[in-house]
């Protein structure tokens, strides 16, 4: 049987190792990993690509492991391990648990099997960015010649144009210090949905000092950390001030609305899912 261009007018590199693709990352390519998203988007009437770049051989792309980085302990995850690999590794479970969390949240166990930690941040809207955002992860890219580190929030500030580079790594610093962290995706229905919001905490206490990581995101938010919220809970009051909280987390970042839900319920829900686990967070330690 002849199969024409036009049945099948996507072609598919499938490098073996990065140099393979010194001149693959151009314009008009797209970079596949899971293709779950793609996917998604093809079916709802977006046009496929030419030519994809798929990350599904290259090794440079695998791996959970434990490396030093200028004295700096991180783990690094490679790009192409997919959402089921990260929440079933023992070493993501003990040392990023809220990873792990935000993984057993993502779809059902089929996408979970397929989609990667790496489609799931390059979406710019994945469950797992809130989590790394907290974890201050770095992300390695390549460009074609060379890999180069940024930092996931600096990355995510970036208007990167989808598949310029390609992710090729994520390191998450080891921190031994006593913390608390937490992951909370509230959806339209308990499992197997898209956030509504999604929230992520990093907290750290000692003598009245709290030292805070929070961030948002789900849903189609552009996920950021809440910079306001975190300097007010910084301040290392005896007392703090909740309402002053409340009012910072819901200003700290933008909102939207859409047939289901008002961007006003998205902050409240937000701001009291924050309040709840930090008073709760501190009402302990004061006990101890
Ligand atoms: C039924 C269903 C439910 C879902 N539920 C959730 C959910 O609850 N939470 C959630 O977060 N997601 C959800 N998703 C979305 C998706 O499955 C995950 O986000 C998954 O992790 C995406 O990974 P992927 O490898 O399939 O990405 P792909 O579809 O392969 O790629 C996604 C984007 O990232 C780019 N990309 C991929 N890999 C790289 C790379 N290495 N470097 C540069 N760019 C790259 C692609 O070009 C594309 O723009 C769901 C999807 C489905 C189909």
Redesign the pocket.
């Known amino acids: 049987m002849k199969i024409s261009a036009e049945t099948y007018p996507t072609s598919v590199e499938i490098p073996n190792n990065l140099s393979d693709i010194q001149n693959l990352i151009v314009q008009h390519n797209?970079?596949?990993?899971?293709?779950?998203?793609?996917?998604?988007n093809w079916e709802a009437g977006v046009e496929k690509p030419k030519h994809l770049i798929s990350?599904e051989k290259l090794p440079e792309?695998k791996g959970i492991e434990e490396v030093r980085l200028d004295g700096q302990l991180y783990m690094r995850i490679g790009?192409?391990m997919t959402?089921s690999d990260c929440l079933n590794n023992s070493f993501v479970r003990k040392n990023a648990s809220i990873l792990a969390e935000a993984c057993e949240?993502?779809?059902?166990p089929a996408?979970r099997n397929?989609?990667?930690?790496?489609?799931?941040i390059?979406?710019k809207?994945?469950?797992?960015i809130p989590v790394l955002l907290v974890l201050e992860a770095q992300l390695s890219?390549y460009n074609g010649e060379q890999e180069k580190m940024i930092s996931l929030r600096k990355w995510l500030a970036k208007p990167t144009p989808?598949?310029s580079?390609?992710?090729?790594n994520i390191f998450i610093p080891i921190i031994n210090a006593q913390n608390y962290s937490f992951f909370k995706k509230i959806g339209r229905r308990e499992t197997?949905?898209?956030?509504i919001i999604s929230v992520a905490g990093y907290l750290e206490y000692e003598e009245y000092n709290i030292k805070a990581k929070l961030s948002i995101g789900g849903g189609a938010h552009l996920p950021c950390r809440l910079t306001l919220a975190e300097e007010e809970l910084n301040k290392g009051m005896k007392e703090i001030d909740w309402s002053c909280l409340y009012k910072k987390i819901q200003d700290d970042f933008s909102s939207y609305t859409d047939p289901f839900v008002t961007a006003d319920y998205r902050k409240k829900v937000a701001a009291n899912l924050f309040l709840a686990t930090i008073k709760d967070f501190v009402k302990k330690q004061r006990k101890e």
């Open positions: 797209t970079i596949i990993s899971g293709g779950t998203i793609l996917q998604i990350t792309l790009a192409a959402i949240k993502i779809a059902a996408v397929r989609g990667t930690i790496g489609g799931n390059c979406s809207i994945g469950d797992t890219f989808p598949s580079e390609l992710l090729t197997f949905t898209a956030a």
